[in-house]
């Protein structure tokens, strides 16, 4: 929840904003505003995911998911942050006041790595549907098993809280390719076409 409330929090960072008016985001120091209730590398994550993704590096990754975050919490952050954004972008295009953020759940996390996650995809190590080994969480099954379900597979939950979402914002896995059926009160071709500029603005390059 705290990683929910700093990703709402890091739209209004001046740090974040001036870094998007440079050429590169390492042209610009200073500290993020922050609501101060994340590890500094969990707040610079948040907020590079939600207000600048598109110059996001490798390079940049690496630090992250090498360093005290570990591979798993960036994998999760960059999951809570999706979805946070995801869901006050559509309440704002409503209208709508951002929704309340629930109570966090008592209890620890389970931190179940999946043995069968290798780092030969993307630039965090994901679970090839043929990798998930006896007793492991499979987060396929339910949305499907494409690169795109894999980029989270690290995290098997998380695969499935996003895809949750994104099928009720989208499409089902099996409605993207029935061009007989129209699922929607738009059509498949208006939905691609609104996909794809809202992609292109946002520079996303999958």
Request: include cysteine; glycine fraction near 6%.
């Amino acid at each position: 929840m705290a990683i929910a409330a700093e990703a709402r929090n890091a739209r209004g960072c001046k740090l974040c904003e001036e870094r998007k008016q440079t050429l590169s985001p390492y042209a610009v120091t200073g500290v993020h505003e922050s609501l101060r209730n994340l590890p500094d590398e969990t707040a610079e994550a948040v907020h590079r995911l939600v207000t600048d993704a598109s110059r996001i590096t490798e390079a940049w990754v690496r630090t992250m998911a090498d360093g005290p975050l570990g591979e798993a919490g960036y994998v999760e952050i960059v999951s809570v942050a999706s979805i946070v954004t995801a869901l006050d972008t559509f309440d704002r295009a409503l209208g709508r006041m951002p929704r309340a953020l629930p109570a966090a759940v008592d209890g620890p996390p389970s931190r179940r790595r999946p043995s069968g996650a290798k780092r030969n995809l993307a630039w965090v190590a994901t679970l090839a549907p043929q990798d998930v080994a006896p007793g492991d969480p499979n987060p396929y099954p339910l949305h499907g098993d494409k690169n795109i379900h894999r980029a989270l597979s690290l995290v098997p939950q998380a695969v499935i809280d996003f895809f949750d979402l994104d099928v009720e914002l989208y499409l089902r896995d099996h409605e993207i390719r029935d061009f007989t059926t129209e699922y929607r009160a738009i059509s498949h071709a208006q939905i691609e076409l609104i996909a794809g500029r809202a992609s292109a603005i946002n520079r996303c390059f999958y």
